[in-house]
C-alpha cells in the first residue's frame, strides 16, 4: 500500500532530550515536507526537500533539523526541545513539489515537551 | 505574506442539506488550490485540486470552484451526511511551488 510512515505517533518527553521523528515513504517520491500544526495557527512548514540531499527551510525552522539521505526517508530532528515545540506534526510527499501534484500525508506525530 | 481564511470556523448541519464553505486568500498568484479533509487522530486527505488556470473541480458530491482574480475558492457539498464530518482545510500553493499555505479551516458537523 502507498502511505507516508511517520514514528513514533505519540510521544511525551522532557526540555532538551533530543528526539527524532522518522518519515518513510514507499512511493519513490522526489518531494518531502514537514508541517506543524497548532491550534490558532493551523499547518506551517518547517522543511520541505525536493531530492536527496536538497533540503530547505520552510516557515518555521528554527529548532528543528533534517536530512535527506536517502528518498525514502526524511527525519525531523529536535536537538534540544522546548515546551513551545508541543504540536502535531505531519510529514507530506509527492512527485514535483506541492505545485505539481496533491501531496500524500502520513497519519501525524503528537509530540509534547515537558 | 499569502493570507488564508476560511469562513465560518465551524458549521452545524442537518443531514441532507447542501451546504458551501469558503476560502479566501490574499495573494493571487498562485499555482494552484487545494481542498483537504482532516479527520481527527488521521492525517489530511486531498479531496480537489484546482489549477490556477481552471474555474472548478468535481468530485462526487464535492465541486470546487476557484475566481483567482477576487482571491476566492468555494467548497461546495451536495446532500451532506453524517460521515462528512470532518476538518475542512484550503491550502494555496504558490508560485514557488515549494510550499502549501494553509487556512485554519472549517469544523463541519452534520447531525443525523
Known amino acids: 500500500e502507498a502511505q507516508v510512515t511517520q514514528n513514533p505517533r505519540y510521544l511525551i518527553t522532557v526540555t532538551g532530550k533530543k528526539l527524532t521523528v522518522t518519515c518513510s515513504q514507499n512511493m519513490n517520491h522526489e518531494y518531502m515536507s514537514w508541517y506543524r500544526q497548532d491550534p490558532g495557527l493551523g499547518l506551517r512548514q518547517i522543511y520541505y526537500s525536493m531530492n536527496v540531499e536538497v533540503t530547505d527551510k520552510g516557515d518555521v525552522p528554527e529548532g528543528y533539523k533534517v536530512s535527506r539521505k536517502e528518498k525514502r526517508n526524511f527525519p525531523l530532528i529536535l536537538e534540544s526541545p522546548s515546551p513551545n515545540q508541543t504540536s502535531l506534526y505531519f510529514c507530506?510527499?509527492?512527485?514535483?513539489?506541492?505545485?505539481?501534484?496533491?501531496?500524500?500525508f502520513g497519519a501525524g506525530s503528537r509530540l509534547t515537551v515537558l | 505574506k499569502q493570507e488564508v481564511t476560511q469562513i465560518p470556523a465551524a458549521l452545524s448541519v442537518p443531514e441532507g442539506e447542501n451546504l458551501v464553505l469558503n476560502c479566501s486568500f490574499t495573494d493571487s498568484a498562485i499555482y494552484n488550490l487545494q481542498w483537504f479533509r482532516q479527520d481527527p487522530g488521521k492525517g489530511l486527505t486531498s479531496l480537489l485540486l484546482i489549477q490556477s488556470s481552471q474555474r472548478e473541480q468535481t468530485s462526487g458530491r464535492l465541486n470546487a470552484s476557484l475566481d483567482k482574480s477576487s482571491g476566492r475558492s468555494t467548497l461546495y457539498i451536495a446532500a451532506s451526511q453524517p460521515g462528512d464530518s470532518a476538518t475542512y482545510l484550503c491550502?494555496?500553493?504558490?508560485?514557488?511551488?515549494?510550499?502549501?499555505?494553509f487556512g485554519k479551516g472549517t469544523s463541519l458537523l452534520v447531525t443525523p
Open positions: 507530506a510527499s509527492n512527485f514535483g513539489g506541492p505545485g505539481a501534484n496533491v501531496l500524500t
Open positions: 491550502a494555496v500553493v504558490l508560485n514557488s511551488g515549494y510550499a502549501l499555505n
